[in-house]
């Protein structure tokens, strides 16, 4: 009898190359091979590399030469295999195989003519790929949290963005498709699930013909998960008919994650997102009403060509007047392949980075404002962290997605990878404190519904 190779993945990027990473782990699992968390055990180490910006691409080289210099046997996947994959086999030869963004559903394959002698190339110039609730998968979050990608690709082409491609065009999945494995997650005890794209309120336009979001919200909320949580939203695809949605459905979480980018419409226009500096300030007071209760998560981008001392003096009052609960801001970069790349213009990266820091100094105590208003308040949290010793433990609120926003951190026991209420007694700029209300805990719709 042969035994198969054991293999371990080295995830970089995104949640929505997590997702391909889970999909790879439970295909190897389904077809035999042993996968295994240490990779200097492991016969065959996947890194799953992010190529968006140029710490991503740097993190991800990084980490290819150090598993080089250790003498594994390196398979290349992600988005750095689709951007520079000739580059790539040319200076790594450890790596043994390279897969495209469009192809990581063939790793099988892929392994096995590794395993022949074979170095394997597999890139699809123009990725059409999308897994569906049939695809085995491994999850890799905590206990009680999914990311549920629902289309993949951009159909956008904004001039500061390599996405489209290494990702290919906007190609979205059936309600259906996304509503079983909704289920099939709900199943598994997951409580919150993470709807992912590229640019979620397009989410449908290619399959349907217009967007379906709000179509594919009540959908979900038919499903007995307690968080339903969308990234990616578009302020313009926040229609009347989505909004209403969020706010019947009643596992629709009240939180908008908008990629603004910049506030001043020279800089939009730059960017080639034209359509958004006309309507910014109008909608975000249209939702702010619509959803007195909504957090606000934003991400901006300083330094882009052009951009003079007035451009940032606008985005700076734009985000005063506007109180985001959490803003997340990155420096330009230039990414070969895209048209802001050739801009002439660019601005010193001493400039970028001093602008950031006074952009984040002024988020500052705007998130510590927002955060102060739930002292004194009862909460749902997500329990992902415990510390029996301590008797305390760590989560989320429904007012903090994953990896991106602040923690909630609670004295007292509850279940791992449940949504219990917790006595919020403190705040800091980016997270919460708290005692678990264990009096609330039966009585809590939540936790009965978890």
């Known amino acids: 009898m042969t035994t198969k190779p054991t293999v371990a ?28 968390s240490d990779e200097a055990a492991a016969d065959y180490v996947i890194v799953n590399t992010c190529s968006f910006i140029a710490e991503a691409r740097q993190e991800s080289v990084r980490t290819l030469v150090e598993l080089a210099e250790a003498n594994k046997k390196i398979v290349i996947t992600g988005c750095l295999a689709q951007h520079f994959q000739s580059e790539l086999l040319a200076e790594i030869p450890e790596a043994v195989a390279l897969v495209g963004t469009g192809d990581y559903h063939k790793i099988v394959e892929v392994i096995e003519r590794a395993e022949t002698g074979e170095r394997v190339q597999l890139v699809s110039p123009e990725p059409t790929y999308i897994a569906d609730e049939t695809v085995p998968r491994y999850r890799t979050t905590t206990a009680g949290v999914a990311y549920l990608r629902v289309a993949e690709g951009c159909n956008y082409r904004c001039a500061f963005c390599i996405i489209p491609h290494l990702r290919g065009n906007q190609r979205s999945r059936s309600i259906e498709s996304i509503v079983a494995e909704a289920q099939q997650l709900a199943a598994e005890g997951v ?5 992912i794209s590229q640019i979620t309120t397009n989410y449908g336009l290619d399959l349907y013909g217009q967007p379906k979001l709000a179509e594919l919200l009540r959908a979900l909320g038919q499903v007995e998960v307690p968080w339903i949580r969308m990234h990616y939203a578009y302020p313009t695809g926040l229609t009347p008919a989505v909004v209403q949605a969020m706010k019947e459905m009643p596992n629709a979480l009240p939180y908008l994650d908008l ?31 619509a959803l007195p209760e909504a957090t606000l998560r934003t991400t901006f981008i300083v330094g882009f060509p052009g951009e003079t001392e007035a451009h940032f003096e606008h985005l700076l009052n734009f985000v005063e007047r506007h109180e985001f609960d959490h803003v997340g801001v990155f420096t330009f ?31 500052q105590p705007i998130s510590l404002r927002r955060n102060q208003t739930q002292i004194g308040r009862t909460v749902e949290v997500l329990i992902e962290q415990e510390n029996p010793a301590r008797d305390e433990c760590i989560g989320r609120s429904a007012r903090f997605a994953p990896d991106v926003d602040g923690l909630v951190y609670v004295k007292g026991r509850a279940p791992l990878g449940q949504i219990v209420p917790v006595a919020i007694e403190a705040a800091d700029t980016y997270d919460l404190y708290g005692s678990v209300a264990t009096a609330a805990i039966a009585a809590s719709p939540i936790a009965t519904l978890a």
Request: charged share 25%; proline share 6%; hydrophobic share 35%.
């Open 333 to 363: 970069s230039p990414e070969v392949g895209t048209p802001a790349a050739d801009l002439t213009n660019q601005v010193p990266e001493a400039v970028k980075q001093s602008r950031r820091e006074r952009l984040m100094l002024a988020q």
């Open 259 to 289: 990629p603004l980018q910049h506030s001043h419409p020279e800089i939009l226009r730059a960017m080639n997102r034209p359509w958004q500096g006309r309507v910014n300030d109008e909608i975000i007071e249209q939702l702010k009403a």
């Open 191 to 195: 409580q919150e699930i993470v709807l």
């Open 9 to 36: 993945i080295s995830h970089l990027g995104c949640e929505k190359n997590r997702v391909d990473t889970e999909h790879m782990l439970g295909l190897l699992v389904k077809a035999g091979y042993g996968v295994d």
